[in-house]
T-cell receptor
Framework: GAVVSQHPSRVICKSGTSVKIECRSL??????MFWYRQFPKQSLMLMAT?????????EQGVEKDKFLINHASLTLSTLTVTSAHPEDSSFYIC?????????????FGPGTRLTVL | SQKIEQNSEALNIQEGKTATLTCNYT??????LQWYRQDPGRGPVFLLL?????KEKRKERLKVTFDTTLKQSLFHITASQPADSATYLC???????????FGGGTRLMVKP
């Protein structure tokens, strides 16, 4: 099946630093990837839709200058949390659509646990 | 406003029984509905997709129904096993951009 990886799986950083999270589709090409965040015992909240070769589409309330998304290739999207603060601590999960599989199924990465001190 | 509701209380059942989880939605006309499994600290894993013109779908011990009149999907796990213990998420999709909107999930605990 389609595999999506994320790196790093866990990161702890100081307040004010920037953190980059990578999302890769390992065995398929993904023109569209999605970034979610999930707080403890809550559901996934879509942050933005990442489109290869174009600007990301952000959901209402998500600061595009705070959460920079780059989708430079068909297999890689990155999310950079700039000037991270403790309230940015969360579980960040990416997903990718497998167009060859019909496009309606999203395959999720294992997630990245961000802790900002 | 759009709302997707799953029972937030954990569902506890005995091994071997059938687990039934519910997903209700309002103010939404999804083209399809998906069910995912999520283990603690992990990303969701896709289980089943059912389209608006399908009533039922099966995959091994899993069965999903989709009633667009009731705006409800039921997710069944037959002959449940302790390994089935996890949080199960329903997600609606098919709108512009093919984004998925997730319910809050229901935690299933299967006791041996």
């Amino acid at each position: 099946g389609a595999v999506v990886s994320q790196h790093p799986s866990r990161v702890i950083c100081k307040s004010g630093t920037s953190v980059k999270i990578e999302c890769r589709s390992l065995d398929f090409q993904a023109t569209t990837m999605f970034w979610y965040r999930q707080f403890p015992k809550q559901s996934l909240m879509l942050m933005a839709t990442s489109n290869e070769g174009s600007k990301a589409t952000y959901e209402q309330g998500v600061e595009k200058d705070k959460f920079l998304i780059n989708h430079a290739s068909l297999t890689l999207s990155t999310l950079t949390v700039t000037s991270a603060h403790p309230e940015d601590s969360s579980f960040y999960i990416c997903s990718a659509r497998d167009l060859a599989g019909g496009g309606d199924t999203q395959y999720f990465g294992p997630g990245t646990r961000l802790t900002v001190l | 406003s759009q709302k997707i509701e799953q029972n937030s209380e954990a569902l506890n059942i005995q091994e071997g029984k059938t687990a039934t989880l519910t997903c209700n939605y309002t103010n939404y006309s999804p083209a399809y509905l998906q069910w995912y499994r999520q283990d603690p600290g992990r990303g969701p894993v896709f289980l089943l997709l059912i389209r608006e013109n399908e009533k039922e779908k099966r995959k091994e011990r899993l069965k999903v129904t989709f009633d667009t009149t009731l705006k409800q999907s039921l997710f069944h796990i037959t002959a449940s096993q302790p390994a089935d213990s996890a949080t199960y998420l329903c997600a609606l999709g098919g709108n512009a951009g093919n984004m998925l909107t997730f319910g809050g999930g229901t935690r299933l605990m299967v006791k041996p």
